[in-house]
Nanobody, 124 residues
Framework: QVQLVESGGGLVQAGGSLRLSCAASGRTFSNYAMGWFRQAPGKEREFVAAISWSGGSTAYADSVKGRFTMSRDNAKNTVYLQMNSLKPDDTAVYYC?????????????????WGQGTQVTVSS
């Protein structure tokens, strides 16, 4: 079992920045691929970013490419999502996900472990 706890969400004006954190516990964190997903009201959950277990590979949704950066610190069992140039369309609950895999995973069904989510609200 892996437990995931997100933090860092909040209210920010358009153009601003936030950094989300996801702290993991329970298993060897460095064996897990990690991802960030988000779900806006009335919409389906969508992929945001993913990182391989080594941190050597990342992937991003087209809508956030160039604005968001995902990273991980295996010594701290934590992944981060740095979000810059935020837009109102980025408003959503952001979820962290984990899966024991050496691959870069970009589909929600590929992950077994999920956090409880953190709200990000971007005002115009």
């Amino acid at each position: 079992q892996v437990q995931l706890v997100e933090s860092g969400g909040g209210l920010v004006q358009a153009g601003g920045s936030l950094r989300l954190s996801c702290a993991a516990s329970g298993r060897t964190f460095s064996n897990y691929a990690m991802g960030w997903f988000r779900q806006a009201p009335g919409k389906e959950r969508e992929f945001v970013a993913a990182i391989s277990w080594s941190g050597g590979s990342t992937a991003y949704a087209d809508s956030v490419k160039g604005r968001f950066t995902m990273s991980r610190d295996n010594a701290k069992n934590t992944v981060y999502l740095q979000m810059n140039s935020l837009k109102p369309d980025d408003t959503a609950v952001y979820y962290c996900a984990a899966e024991s895999s050496p691959q870069l995973l970009t589909k929600g069904y590929e992950y077994d472990y999920w956090g409880q989510g953190t709200q990000v609200t971007v005002s115009s």
